[in-house]
């Protein structure tokens, strides 16, 4: 099992060290300090002609743990909705989003993922049909850089109502998609995160 990590279109890579590995460039993340793994992420995020760092490691479990205390790191939860064939995204900061957020103190990821669903999208009687993988991301965070794990969650509902975009959040439209819709409008206007979130209904 291999761990991605998406900062903006470029991507981190978490595996196990393997044979196939061998006269290739990578970093050993078992032999590097947290300074040191945040030293490589920075040159990496700054380099314009690179779009893909991979770390190795004997343990990808354990590897993931000693990468992520290099940076803030925060949990969220989201959905994948789902009603007669037609998938739900939000408009936010110009790109097509799924909505999610920071779990509060206290809650699981289900409870989590449910709430931002409604408080981003307007939309009521939600229920988890299915657990998507998570996704992780770094972004800028106080100076530095937070990782972001964020629990995926595929969703159906019965909501009849009109859909309402939580203004406050910077979400500008909530719009149902068919997988038609989803490639012509959407692939182009998102995320990779996203993407890999989405990929198996496309």
Not at 12 to 30: A, R
Not at 65 to 79: D, L, T
Not at 139 to 160: D, I, N, Q, V
Request: aromatic share 12%; with cysteine; charged share 25%.
């Amino acid at each position: 099992m291999n761990i991605t990590i998406y900062y903006l279109s470029k991507k981190i890579i978490i595996q196990q060290k393997n044979q196939s590995t061998e006269n290739q460039t990578f970093k050993n993340l078992d032999e590097l300090k947290k300074d040191k793994i945040l030293a490589e992420f920075e040159k990496f995020a700054n380099e314009t002609n690179s779009t893909l760092l991979t770390f190795v490691t004997e343990n990808v479990e354990n590897g993931l743990e000693k990468f992520r205390k290099a940076f803030k790191y925060i949990y969220a939860a989201g959905g994948l909705i789902e009603k007669e064939n037609k998938y739900l995204f939000i408009y936010r900061l110009k790109h097509w989003d799924l909505p999610k957020g920071k779990l509060d103190m206290g809650e699981s990821p289900e409870e989590a993922g449910i709430r931002e669903c409604e408080e981003e999208c307007g939309i009521t009687q939600l229920t988890i049909t299915k657990t998507l993988n998570p996704t992780y991301h770094i972004y800028p965070h106080k100076g530095s850089y937070a990782l972001k794990k964020t629990y995926w969650y595929a969703m159906s509902t019965r909501h009849e109502g009109v859909l309402i975009p939580q203004l406050e959040e910077n979400i500008e439209k909530v719009e149902w998609f068919t997988k038609e819709q989803i490639q012509k409008e959407v692939l182009s206007n998102s995320y990779p995160a996203i993407l890999s979130v989405i990929q198996h209904i496309i």
